[in-house]
């Protein structure tokens, strides 16, 4: 048998092509689901008004008092408007209006690919800075010499790094919804997984689980819980120690998981999920066995400075409200005074730094086609329509069932609107005064947001996973067949706490 008559391996599709198609799933979907929006109401700070929005365009001024959200039926205080905790658009209950059509056609579906992009230019940035930043480290030779060290240190105890990285990134998840943030760490960790005889899926799995728990459970996160609890009217304390709880569950379960996983492939490289680019990996990722170094005072210096550039943009994001644009800031100053350290000359600074922000072109594309999709479905006018017929859902029923069902509505939800803030601010007036209905406090409500929403962003593509698989190299469906046992884990973690915490209020 020929060559030519051998049945061709099916290759599953790149990022790019997978988004391509969810596009044309959400240009169908704009079609097919009638439209429809409510009035949304935000607050102008300079006027002191509230200003509502019709769905006609047509704009109405209150004024900025509790009064006004009293009469609105908004539950939130006016301290949450004027001290910046709520700033996107807020639904107004009840003022949902069926609208005509507005299905997609081939041109909005071309013009949101630049739309996106530019929608999420901050970000692009980001990885930019981060990409050059790496270049730097890279080209002194001091990461090749740090990874070295480390995996002579860590000989014997390799599972100690899943368990420290792993953990780390969830408390970020949980305290200040680390996300995209974490696209930083992966050129930083995988070559250190690599190194202490792991695969890339490993390293994967350790930032991109932690973070997504830490976001399912959050605590204190200001971009989910606290946003949501206040368009609900209630403390963001309120179901605290129940998410607390699942927090501290989920970790255990994860790095169960994750050690399952990681001594099969250390055992049998062959095993791992992604053995076949197992090369690409090892060579896109820079360690070097022959290029490995004895590591100076100047290269320890570097390294900690470089380690101090994540410390500085965490604290930023946390206490300095700190955004994209000041950590891309941040990556641009640190890999400019690292290459000085390092004794390049300016020409050398400038060429290595482009080259490594290069190497990220393709990463930040895939943002950019991840974000066209929310566009091409908010210009479709589908999203509100989503709200109002999974709200019909939970009236009247038993407690329980509710709670369950405000879960499966907000995973549901949560992918066609991924912003975890812009869902809280659209759906959460609508569904928390539900739970009056059927006796159940609204922290209940917040919970299965919470819940709902991080169980989608494990494995949503329009989210930051995408990036994530395009910068690592590992095809979507080679992470789903990953990470589907551990979605159920956590599905079913969070319905029990979820029931549990329905049981006790």
Same mark, same amino acid.
């Given at each position: ?103 997609? %056609?081939? *041109?909005?579906? $071309?013009?949101?690919?630049?739309? +996106? @992009? ?5 970000? /692009? !940035? ?112 309120? %179901?605290? *120690?129940?998410? $607390?709880?699942?927090?501290?569950? +989920? @970790? ?5 998981? /994750? !050690? ?116 091409l479905l908010t210009s479709g006018r589908v999203s509100d329509t989503l709200l109002y017929t999974m ?25 066609f609107i991924a912003s975890t803030s812009g869902l809280a601010i659209l759906a959460i007036p609508i ?75």
């Amino acid at each position: 048998m020929t060559d030519l008559n051998k049945k061709k391996k099916f290759s599953f599709p790149s990022a790019y092509v997978v988004l391509f198609i969810v596009m044309i799933i959400a240009v169908i979907l704009t079609y097919v689901i009638p439209a429809g929006e409510y009035s949304k109401l935000t607050y102008d700070g300079d006027a002191e008004v509230f200003v509502i929005t019709a769905p006609d365009g047509s704009v109405e001024e209150m004024p900025g008092t509790q009064e006004t959200l009293d009469t609105l039926g908004i539950n939130a205080t006016l301290e949450n408007f004027t001290g910046g905790n709520i700033r996107k658009p807020m639904a107004v209950s009840g003022t949902y209006v069926p609208m005509e059509q507005n299905g997609q %056609g081939i *041109t909005d579906f $071309l013009m949101n690919i630049p739309y +996106g @992009v530019y929608d999420c230019v901050d970000i /692009i !940035f980001f990885i930019f800075m981060i990409g050059g930043a790496v270049g730097i480290v890279n080209y002194l030779g001091v990461f090749n010499a740090g990874i070295t060290e480390l995996a002579r240190v860590s000989k014997g105890r390799e599972q100690i790094i899943i368990a420290v990285v792993c953990f780390l990134i969830s408390l970020g998840g949980t305290s200040f919804g680390m996300c995209e943030e974490t696209i930083a760490f992966y050129p930083i960790l995988i070559p250190i997984f690599l190194k202490t005889g792991y695969d890339a899926m490993t390293g994967v799995a350790a930032i991109w689980c932690g973070s997504a728990l830490g976001c399912m459970f959050s605590t204190v996160n200001p971009f989910s819980v606290v946003i949501a609890s206040s368009a609900a009217g209630i403390n963001f304390s309120e %179901g605290l *120690t129940i998410r $607390l709880i699942g927090l501290i569950l +989920g @970790v255990i379960i994860t790095l169960w998981y /994750i !050690f399952r996983y990681a001594k099969k492939v250390k055992a049998d490289p062959t095993v791992g999920i992604n053995y076949e680019n197992q090369a690409w990996t090892e060579e896109h990722f820079g360690f070097k066995e022959e290029h490995a170094k004895k590591m100076t005072g100047k290269d320890k210096f570097i390294l900690v400075l470089f380690f101090l550039t994540f410390v500085i943009m965490v604290v930023g994001v946390v206490k300095l409200d700190w955004w994209f644009e000041q950590m891309a800031v941040l990556f641009l100053v640190s890999g400019v005074i690292m290459g000085i350290i390092g004794g390049m000359n300016e020409k050398k600074i400038c060429e290595v730094f482009i080259n490594g922000a290069s190497d990220l072109v393709g990463v930040a594309l895939v943002c950019g086609l991840a974000r066209a999709v929310n566009m091409l479905l908010t210009s479709g006018r589908v999203s509100d329509t989503l709200l109002y017929t999974m709200s019909g859902w939970v009236e009247g029923m038993s407690p329980i069932i509710f709670a369950l069902t405000v879960m499966l509505m907000f995973l549901v939800l949560g992918f066609f609107i991924a912003s975890t803030s812009g869902l809280a601010i659209l759906a959460i007036p609508i569904i928390a005064p539900l739970a009056d209905t059927v006796g159940l406090p609204r922290e209940i409500v917040i919970s299965g947001y919470l819940f709902g929403q991080g169980l989608i962003n494990l494995i949503t593509p329009t989210n930051t996973i995408l990036p994530v698989l395009q910068m690592t190299n590992i095809t979507y469906d080679k992470y789903l067949k990953w990470v589907m046992p551990l979605f159920g884990l956590y599905a079913a973690l969070g319905a029990v706490m979820l029931v549990i915490e329905t049981m006790v209020c």
